[in-house]
């Protein structure tokens, strides 16, 4: 028999203790995080925790025949299991860290190291090595006494892994969002609440987590491009962020970063030369553009066909989509002539006698027009605002 059940069956009979509701229900492995207990239900006295006391609190394995707090405090105890089932364990707050707030309040900070340097549970409240979560009872007395203390309050709380990041796949995504990624890790369980992630400071959606908690699926949202973004994971266990990929600062251990590309795409993609259609494209920051009738060569924003990559100065297209409409932020329209002369790709006047051929071409969006814009020494323009993924070939049906 253990001696959580000796103890309890031993101990005097008493009231029933008060069931105490926790700020924080889940926590990380080795422990540190400081939790708030309030007493809940009918007829929970005021004085619960009398003024000029300070509580004892203990961390009380569940497992086996044990479910719940002994009626008295008991001795501090190794932790130990068999697979991931735990077969023993208390772990005692020291009295430095807790604290009464009220007869019905105490906070205290969940052991990360041993009680008062006594080496029994050198490494806190922790999770043993098979174990990817344990519940716990939290037992609070009115003193340490394994003889005659007296059980005033309980409650559960789980324990978690700390998460870590150790892969993103893939590790970009198109600026207009909805990339489906695979975050490879620990800890990512969810517990009471759901996992929240965002990458450059944009939340993840639709979250699924794996079973084992190692690894979860999401999907990203729509951000301007950029490169060296940081993924945060925040779980039950604490937050993780991919500049700290291991949730160890002592550890020099490399960032895992994230790049969201200047992407568009594009409805119907193809097209027969000589042929005049409205064109639907999908991106992101086309409400910050301004399109107006007017010379491809304006320094406002186009839209061009281009063979290869733009360039302002001698790869500018061989067509403009015009008459431009923004629909939101994230969708345009506009309309695309290739049944008119090929355009100059050094200075966009059409070139009499031309057409426009077969070939595979990127439909870019520039925010300037203008030749030579964003090319050069000390040039301040940045044509291109989404200028890959849209590729548009022209060819017979």
């Known amino acids: 028999m253990s001696a959580l059940l000796v103890a309890a069956a031993g101990a005097p009979a008493s009231a029933a203790p008060a ?21 809940t239900g009918a007829g929970v006295k005021a004085t619960t925790f009398p003024a000029g006391t300070l509580p004892t609190v203990q961390f ?27 077969t023993g364990g208390v772990v005692q707050v020291s009295p430095l860290d807790v604290r009464r707030i009220s007869g019905t309040r105490i906070a205290f900070k969940v052991p990360s190291t041993d009680y008062l340097g006594n ?8 999770l043993t090595e098979d174990q990817i979560t344990a519940k716990w009872n939290v037992c609070v007395y009115d003193s340490d006494s394994t003889a005659n203390s007296s059980l005033l309050a ?48 944009v939340p993840l959606t639709d979250i699924e987590v794996a079973p084992n908690g190692a690894s979860f699926t999401a999907t990203t949202g729509p951000r301007a491009a950029g490169s060296g973004l940081l993924l945060t994971v925040t779980t039950a266990g604490g937050s993780v962020n991919s500049i700290d990929p291991d949730n160890d600062i002592n550890t020099n251990d490399n960032p895992i970063t994230f790049e969201y590309s200047n992407g568009v ?15 639907y494209l999908t991106g992101v920051g086309f409400s910050q553009l301004t399109f107006v009738a007017g010379p491809p060569t304006s320094n406002n924003a186009h839209i061009f066909l281009v063979a290869g ?34 355009l100059s790709p050094t200075t966009s006047a059409p070139l009499p006698n031309t057409t426009i051929a077969d070939n595979a071409y990127l439909l870019t969006v520039v925010s300037d027009g ?18 890959t993924g849209a590729t548009f070939v022209v060819a017979p049906y």
């Open 309 to 342: 990559a733009y360039d302002a100065a001698n790869n500018r297209g061989v067509a403009e989509c015009r008459d431009v409409t923004v629909l939101n932020d994230t969708e345009l329209v506009c309309t695309l002539n290739l049944a008119g002369n090929r």
């Open 154 to 201: 309980a409650s559960t709380y789980t324990l978690v892994r700390r998460p870590t990041i150790t892969s993103i796949v893939p590790a970009s995504s198109p600026a207009s969002g909805g990339q489906t990624i695979t975050v490879n890790g620990t800890g990512f369980t969810a517990v009471n609440t759901p996992i929240t992630a965002s990458i450059g400071d």
């Open 119 to 126: 080496n029994i549970n050198t490494g806190g409240l922790v």
């Open 19 to 39: 069931a105490m509701t926790l700020s924080s229900p889940a926590g990380p492995s080795g422990g540190g995080n400081m939790v708030v207990g309030t007493l």
């Open 370 to 387: 203008g030749l030579g814009a964003g090319s050069g020494p000390g040039s301040q323009a940045n044509p291109s605002v989404v200028s």
């Open 265 to 279: 795409r594009v409805l119907p993609n193809t097209a027969p030369a000589g042929s005049v259609l409205t064109v």
């Open 60 to 86: 009380q394995y569940v497992g086996g025949p044990v479910s719940g707090c002994a009626a008295i405090a008991q001795e501090m105890a190794e932790i130990s299991a068999e697979g991931a089932v735990a």
